[in-house]
């Protein structure tokens, strides 16, 4: 299986989505503060993340892959999460549901775009990482630089 490309997963257009907003609420910009907070979709992800962990325990895999899936909970999920929280930026459920929908169906059509299909995409991504093949950029990173 080939490396999959990081615009590929919407994990990864969540973070980038957090990384945007933390950076853009740090001017004092209320529109962006007020509807375009990604904790709904950061604490969504996180929970998805979780049923995955424990699907990943229930599989039995090697120690590595359960830590390098850790360390990519607390590094894209957990640690935004706790950043959002710690400054005080009020979730808006009214003002980001539509918007966390609206980012979905942009991935979607981005998928759409490329002739990938979401499901397969996932099965991919899950797949590499039980294969612990490191084709999925954050456990890539991880192996590179840590040795993981």
Known sequence: MSFISPEYIFSEWIFVWFILYFILTSSE???????????LALSMALFQNIITFIYLIWKN??????????LMMICEKMI????LFQNDKSLHFQNNIPVTLGIFGLYLGFLFSK????????????HSIMMDDNNVPFFWFIHKYLGI
């Open 29 to 39: 910009n209320d529109f962006f503060e007020k509807y375009f907070n990604p904790t």
């Open 115 to 126: 002739n990938r299909d979401f499901f397969h995409t996932y099965e991919q991504i899950l």
């Open 80 to 83: 935004p999460l706790l950043l």
């Open 61 to 70: 895999p090697k120690l590595n892959i359960l830590i390098k899936f850790s």
